[in-house]
């Protein structure tokens, strides 16, 4: 055989695990009780296509073929601890009682999926794990990415991801956290941790936190995925539809947000005409939703809000501030926080003047969240050149370019500063 | 990656021959695969060419041409965009499309802005994205 129709069997096996894997977990982990034994003879049938599927050919029912397998597998496992005799015993007879076990194990599958997928993204966001746990989990088991592929996008090792994923399945089963989707009550307390992981991962890709590249845009992407999967498996819950909305917004300026050589550009400095139609389209009806459920109040929904505004404007003078200055308002009244505060303050500026933002931003100068924060000193520079005191606001980027995160801001406030001395 | 999914025309979609129920239903199952695993962004069918036009540029400038027009094969009768991974996971995905003998589907990535950063001049890239601008 040559080498490229081993490549494409390979590219189709890759193909298919995105697609599957996550059925597959949850279906054997329903059945077993447990996400680790589920999460590894999973990838023990994944090890066996890859044996077997460049020789006898894709199989009609893949899904179907890897739970199957997965299931076998896991039977062997059991088989050889005692004390789940019985276990075994059910299992077994079970799997030798069909004729054809790939199509019945797929019609059950088909059954079940909608309540698996929930269970699988609650056990993996479960609450015993660590942020770092839940987030490997949940893109290990859900989204379907190999560890290798994690470890890349969170610019850590291989070896370290693994850790930490072998770790996390290892407290669940200690823990003895069950495999099951919570039910009406628990989800007002299970659901935000669920939500906060998907947009951590959607945030690790918008504002990668180290590395050379200042976003991952894979990772937004497959943030967004799994928004969109839970909007489907709970299409009553508003805000899990505010987040996507926010998610949508966000990425629809994915292509805008930086310049041919990777140098940020901010909001109102962006072509809007690289903006993605679509991605915005997709946030208006998702927040639509919100607000048929009557969840605009969150800070979900009303950071999806905000974000709404802007993709609204055609351009950058077309922006309503207004509206904006008081969705912050609100906000600062839901979730306060000094940064809040601070996008108020710039909202302010922009909608009353630049007297009405400083007002604000002099306020925040004690907070001790924002001592170091480069953008207090670059917010409050801005308002000062518009007031037209230019040497305070030179010393305002002077001190915002000392206290930059990296060498671009850094030389834009320093640029900034020269220019209003010159 | 973004996907769009042609699913090409024939003789019975240009005569608005509407598939049977069953087909309609299989094919609801397929797209609700596709909503489930958050991969759907938009899917749509076309009417037949009849009811469309073509505005086709010759030396004098443009020509509307009324519908029908064209081999019923070489016209699109339906689309998906979807976010996928790669092709090869769009592939899979359309693989699993309930057609039956005949049907044709293309698979066109969607090019992405950078694909077109060296393409043009940076004063020809700016003129086209202010013109952009002004359109939407």
């Known amino acids: 055989m040559t080498g490229a129709p081993v490549d494409d069997v390979r590219a189709s096996i890759d193909a298919v695990w995105r697609i599957e894997s996550a059925r597959v977990v949850a279906a054997l982990a329903r059945l077993h009780g447990d996400l680790g034994l589920a999460e590894e003879t999973a990838q023990e049938a994944l090890v066996a296509a890859l044996e077997q599927w460049p020789r006898d050919g894709i199989p009609r029912n893949p899904a179907a073929w890897l739970m199957t397998t997965g299931r076998r597998r896991a039977i062997d496992r059991i088989r050889r601890e005692v004390n789940l005799r019985e276990k075994v015993a059910v299992l077994a007879s079970d799997l030798d009682d069909h004729d054809d076990p790939y199509d019945e194990a797929d019609s059950r599958l088909d059954d079940q999926i909608g309540d698996d997928m929930l269970r699988l993204i609650f056990t993996a966001c479960h609450p015993a794990l660590s942020t770092e746990a839940r987030i490997a989990l949940t893109l290990k088991t859900v989204a379907g990415l190999s560890t290798a592929e994690i470890a890349r996008a969170f610019l850590s090792t291989e070896s370290t991801i693994a850790q930490r994923i072998v770790r996390a399945k290892r407290t669940l089963s200690a823990r003895r956290v069950g495999f099951a989707a919570p039910t009406a009550e628990e989800l007002p307390e299970r659901l935000p941790p669920v939500l906060s992981v998907i947009y951590l991962i959607f945030n690790e890709g918008y504002a990668a936190s180290s590395g050379d590249d200042w976003f991952r845009p894979e990772l937004c992407r497959d943030a967004l995925r799994l928004g969109r999967m839970l909007c489907n498996l709970l299409p009553n819950e508003s805000d899990v539809f505010a987040l996507t909305a926010l998610m949508e917004f966000q990425a629809s300026r994915l292509a805008a947000r930086t310049t041919r050589d990777g140098q940020p550009i901010l909001l109102l400095d962006q072509n809007r005409a690289l903006w993605d139609r679509l991605s915005i389209t997709r946030g208006l009806r998702s927040l639509q939703r919100v607000r048929e459920l009557g969840g605009t109040r969150t800070s979900y929904a009303l950071q999806a809000a905000i974000a709404a505004q802007h993709a609204r404007a055609a351009t950058a003078e077309d922006t309503d501030w207004v509206a904006i200055a008081a969705l912050y308002e609100t906000l600062a009244e839901t979730a306060p926080s000094p940064i809040v505060e601070l996008n108020r303050a710039v909202a302010l500026g922009m909608a009353y003047g630049p007297q009405a933002g400083l007002d604000l931003v002099d306020q925040l100068r004690d907070f001790p969240e924002l001592e170091r924060y480069h953008l207090l000193p670059s917010v409050r520079g801005d308002l000062l050149a518009r007031l037209g005191r230019d040497a305070e606001a030179a010393d305002e980027f002077r001190r915002a370019a000392e206290l930059a995160g990296n060498d671009q801001e850094r030389a834009l406030s320093l640029s900034r500063a020269r220019a209003l001395e010159s | ?136």
């Open chain 2, 1 to 136: 990656m973004r996907v769009l999914a042609c699913m090409m025309g024939n003789e019975e979609s240009e005569a608005n021959v509407l598939p049977p129920p069953e087909l309609f239903e299989a094919m609801g199952r397929f797209n609700e695969e596709l909503v489930k695993d958050g991969v759907l962004l938009a899917a749509d069918g076309l009417t037949p060419t009849s009811a469309g036009a073509k505005v086709k540029w010759t030396g004098s400038g443009p020509t509307v041409i009324d519908g029908p027009f064209t081999e019923a094969k070489e016209v699109v009768a339906g689309f998906w965009i979807v976010e996928v991974s790669s092709l090869a996971e769009a592939e899979e995905r359309f693989k699993r499309c309930p057609c039956g003998e005949g049907a044709e589907i293309q698979l066109r990535p969607i090019q992405e802005a950078e694909d077109f950063a060296d393409a043009m001049s940076e004063e020809t890239r700016r003129r086209a994205e202010e013109l952009q601008a002004r359109i939407r």
